[in-house]
Structure formats: structure tokens, C-alpha cells
């Protein structure tokens, strides 16, 4: 079991900015898949952003594109979420997780998860 925790979640005003990282224990980071995911109430999880093995390519819900981030720190073992001019849809719980092989953004792909973190944007 590889140990995922998450920090940096919070109440931020819309137009705002937070960011989300997720410390992992275990194997060296770079050989796994990374993905950020949320959960709003009475919807499903969604993959928001997706960062295969080695940085090769990276994944962005379309209603995240050119407002987040996601990067990794293979040294540090932490990867990170920068979320930018936040909108109030973006609200929900967000978690991190890690996968082996995953080529695609779905939580089902995923192996490990850290508990999540919930974000709140309003006024």
C-alpha cells in the first residue's frame, strides 16, 4: 500500500487561488501515474488532472483547462495542484491517487488514494 496525504485544501473566494499537494510514501514517484480527482455532492468522481509515469503526458478536464496545474516533485515525493481563478462549480472534495499503468484520467484506473480534502469557493 502506498500511503497518499493530502494538504491545502480550504474556503477561497471565486477568482481565487489554492493549492493542493499530495505527499506519497513508498516507491519513487516517478514510476507511477498521478491523477488529482473530485467529488461533488450527488455526482460522480471525476478525474481533473492526469500525469502518466514519467511526465510523458498530462491530462486536464476540459472545464480546468489554462486554470490548473499539476506537477510533480519526484525528490520531494509530492505532487501538487495549483488551481487558479477558482469558480464555485469547482467545489468539492478532491483527492489525490496513483496508479502503475493508468493511460487514462478515470478513477477506476487508480490504486491508491489519499482521504481527501475539501475545497469550498464562495463569496
Known amino acids: 500500500q502506498v500511503p497518499l496525504v493530502e494538504s491545502g485544501g480550504g474556503l477561497v473566494q471565486p477568482g481565487g487561488s489554492l493549492r493542493l499537494s499530495c505527499a506519497v510514501s513508498g516507491s519513487p514517484l516517478d514510476y507511477y501515474a498521478l491523477g488529482w480527482f473530485r467529488q461533488a455532492p450527488g455526482k460522480e468522481r471525476e478525474g481533473v488532472s492526469c500525469?502518466?509515469?514519467?511526465?510523458?503526458?498530462?491530462y486536464y478536464a476540459d472545464s480546468v483547462k489554462g486554470r490548473f496545474t499539476i506537477s510533480r516533485d519526484n525528490a520531494g515525493n509530492t505532487f501538487y495542484l495549483q488551481m487558479n481563478s477558482l469558480e464555485p462549480e469547482d467545489a468539492a472534495v478532491y483527492y489525490c491517487?496513483?496508479?502503475?499503468?493508468?493511460?487514462?484520467?478515470?478513477?477506476?484506473?487508480?490504486?491508491?488514494w489519499g482521504q481527501g480534502t475539501q475545497v469550498t469557493v464562495s463569496i
Open positions: 500525469i502518466s509515469a514519467r511526465s510523458r503526458s498530462t
Open positions: 491517487a496513483t496508479s502503475w499503468g493508468s493511460t487514462r484520467c478515470l478513477p477506476s484506473e487508480y490504486d491508491f
